[in-house]
């Protein structure tokens, strides 16, 4: 009689594990906590203030999936479809053992570790593709200026800089007026040949070089990225693969100030204005700052290739 049950004893232990846990425990043992709603329509942000960039809207009631708070549960790390960013914590609503109430006031109960924020880190892993990583310098200036100690430990150092890099081209390109093939070719890059890399779109799909040094006239034009290889982790890789990794600037194209510093000298400058009108119609996001903003920033003193009679 009493085998049967020590033996049921037994085996209800074994599968303990298996079985269903209480809702404190799960959380316990994930990474991410509940489902938490949105108590009123509000902004996911991509940092913990509410000075960081919109990443979207969250309209009231929808369904967010929370990563953790800070320690002072003002702001939430969550994940709305694709999009990942920061809610302020008393906006939330989480359920806990058939109780609602702010994430902020339920946020022990869920054994959940307290989230870090360091802008790097963060924008890296979500925000390479938004438009407002292209000022991403900037942001992280603005990051140590408004440091507050609930974010976790604080950011040592500059994660990104604009700053150059050596680089040494995988095969030979042309180098171009412009980051597209239908740019005016402004010279040739060797394979092999060394060259310094100023910076790259902000999808890394092109970079704007120089030449480095050596016999042959210099230049100064954009290059598909992985025609670029630099020196990482011990080995030459192609630029496009790491390039956000090693502080690498992320660079606009603005065809009036990028002509106007590097091309004055070259014949198809005195064409500037089909170009202009062709840079407007081709116009990507990737570029940076739209075509509808050149005009303050145009040097009118230079239109059509010729100095204006008032120019100083």
Avoid: K
Wanted: aromatic letters at 12%.
């Amino acid at each position: 009689m009493f085998r049967p049950l020590m033996l049921a004893a037994g085996i209800a232990a074994a599968l303990a594990p298996l079985l269903p846990v209480s809702a404190q425990m799960q959380y316990q043992r994930r990474d991410d906590g509940p489902p938490a709603v949105a108590g009123r329509a509000t902004m996911l942000r991509a940092g913990p203030e509410q000075g960081y960039p919109q990443v979207r809207r969250i309209e009231q009631g929808q369904q967010v999936q929370l990563y953790g708070c800070l320690s002072d549960r003002s702001w939430c790390d969550v994940r709305l479809g694709q999009d990942r960013g920061w809610v302020s914590g008393p906006d939330l609503q989480a359920e806990f053992r058939g109780r609602r109430d702010s994430v902020a006031n339920l946020y022990g109960q869920f054994q959940l570790g307290d989230r870090d924020f360091r802008i790097g880190d963060y924008w890296d892993d979500n925000y390479r593709q938004q438009p407002f990583y292209a000022d991403r310098t900037r942001w992280e200036q603005q990051y140590g200026e408004n440091y507050r100690t609930s974010w976790g430990p604080r950011q040592n150092g500059t994660r990104w800089a604009n700053r150059t890099t050596a680089g040494v081209m995988l095969r030979q390109a042309w180098v171009r007026a412009g980051p597209d093939l239908s740019y005016p070719r402004v010279g040739l890059a060797r394979a092999r040949s060394r060259v310094i890399v100023h910076g790259c779109l902000r999808d890394w799909s092109w970079c704007d070089i120089s030449s480095r040094g050596g016999n042959r006239a210099s230049f100064r034009g954009w290059v598909v990225s992985q025609h670029i290889a630099s020196l990482y982790q011990g080995r030459q890789q192609p630029l496009n693969s790491f390039a956000p990794r090693i502080g690498i600037g992320v660079l606009g194209f603005n065809i009036n100030r990028y002509w106007g510093e590097n091309y004055r000298t070259q014949p198809f400058y005195g064409q500037r204005d089909r170009w202009e009108r062709q840079y407007r119609q081709n116009y990507r996001p990737t570029w940076g700052t739209g075509p509808e903003r050149d005009g303050p920033d145009r040097d009118d003193r230079y239109r059509d290739g010729q100095p204006r009679p008032d120019a100083d």
